[in-house]
């Protein structure tokens, strides 16, 4: 209730959320989800979390509310009574660089919102004067709402970063936590955080060592990677030939970090993509799709286009049901198609794709790369998102099953003869 927080929530009324913006206006709402947050409320199909999440941090885009909140959430996930510490955790995650897979396999280099923001701040006189042009009033209105949008967001995705920064000496003590998940969280959030890689490497490699959850150490061993000192590289290397399939698998996704694929490391990866371990909620990175890790991973890789490379994240793909398949999909195809069509973009989510290849090329003038993809679409009979679609479409191939299992025909049989 307003005016009693206590706790975590201490100060909760004295931010001035009526002056602060989200995605959807004004930040009025945000008190009370994390009032709901703080009392358990965790139920339904968009808990609190999830609705703070989407108000705040909406789809990557940080707003000038989230870093109000930080201070609160921090408190919130270092408190042992709180429950679902382990989901504040990923959203302080959120909060400090969006969404994670805008980031994956490579880290994430703050210096580059920092740059954006001067950019924009650089425009200000420009900005004044398309304002200055509107040619009514309304017309003003939205060009000044637009220009105080775009900074809003710059602002925020710096200082929500710098914010969340400050608190990890305070949140690395999760690593120690009782809960799996919560320590498993806890080192994917240490992963973003280059500039304080000379601290958290040594708490990580202690972590990793002693961690006896296969899922959450491998989320450390990917974490060592991503913060991308070369400095651990033995250290990966170390758990190549680890008893433990996660571990392998981590060590080798972590090295490729390093450009590093020899034999050792993509032959971890080759099997891991045809075999992905089962899916847990301690592998913390990119919801616990192993395969869409190691499609990522392959892609600077020499196996990245080879029918070899292609042939397993395939046939890992072939064993993915229900959700899993939906996410694994989403994450296998915006790294794969790409590779094995280039020429239109996997981000590109418009209706109108890239200017195609003409005329359109017939099936048995394709590599074997991109016929193993074409044969497994048509053999899967499932429809793909708009990033995979869009590639297919540049090459002016079919993109339904039903049309691919035709146009491939029609390669083996070019007479049309029955």
Known sequence: ??????????????????????????????????????????????????????????Q????????????????????????????????????????EDDHLPSGYDPRE??????????????WAQWIAEAPDADIRKQRQESCRQLLGQAEAAVRSYDAVK????SLAVLLRA???????????LLAWFPESAPVTIPLLKAFIVDEVVPGAAATGLVALGLLGDPAVVSFLQGYLESAVAELRWAAAFALTRFGMDEPAVVDVLLHAAACPPEKTRTMSFL?????????????????ATTPRGVGAVLTGL???????????????????????????????????PADPVEPRVAFEELNPAQQQVLRYIADQGKTWSNSGRHALEHWTVPTSADDLRAYIAAASNPDGRV
Do not use: K
């Open 287 to 303: 919801s616990g799709s192993y395969l869409g890790l190691t499609t990522m991973a392959l892609a600077d890789t020499s196996e």
């Open 1 to 58: 209730m307003a005016g009693m927080d206590h706790g975590s929530l201490a100060g909760l009324d004295d931010v001035p959320w009526a002056e602060l913006w989200h995605a959807y206006g004004l930040a009025v709402d945000v008190p009370d989800q994390l009032r709901a947050m703080q009392a358990g409320d965790w139920e339904g199909r968009y808990p609190p979390i999830a609705q703070l999440a989407n108000h705040i941090v909406h």
């Open 318 to 352: 072939a064993t993915c049901v229900g959700s899993q398949w939906s996410e694994d999909t989403h994450y296998t195809e915006t790294s794969l198609i790409p590779r094995v069509f280039p020429g239109a973009s996997a981000e590109d989510e418009s209706p109108w």
């Open 113 to 126: 919102d920092v740059s954006d923001r001067e950019n924009l701040r650089s425009q200000a006189d420009e």
């Open 166 to 169: 400050e608190a990890l000496p």
């Open 60 to 99: 990557g885009t940080r707003y000038q509310a989230a870093v109000h909140t930080i201070p609160f959430l921090v408190r919130m996930a270092l408190d042992a009574g709180q429950t679902h510490r382990d989901q504040i955790v990923g959203l302080l995650c959120s909060i400090a660089i969006g969404l």
């Open 178 to 188: 009782d809960s799996p998940e919560l320590r498993a969280e806890t080192a994917n």
